[in-house]
């Protein structure tokens, strides 16, 4: 696993705030995945971590907001 730029972190961390922001928050479900999200930092597989906290179809929906080179980074991430 390679930990990927600022930038390809940055776009994931916004691309999964946007997603899980679509989400009902009743029960403060999303305010705890946006606060974890907000915790991690650029080490590791943590850009990856966010990626895979979706199913397949809204992994689908990330990677229609992500730039060729963050497709890149995922695909030889997974």
Known sequence: METPSQEIFDE????????WETYDN?????????????SLENIGDNAMVMYRMFDHINQRNFRNYTWP??????????
């Open 12 to 19: 994931m961390k916004t691309i999964a705030i946007k997603i």
């Open 26 to 38: 009743t029960y403060w479900y999303v305010d705890e995945k946006i606060s974890y999200i907000n």
């Open 69 to 78: 080179s963050t497709d890149i980074y995922i695909d030889n991430n997974l």
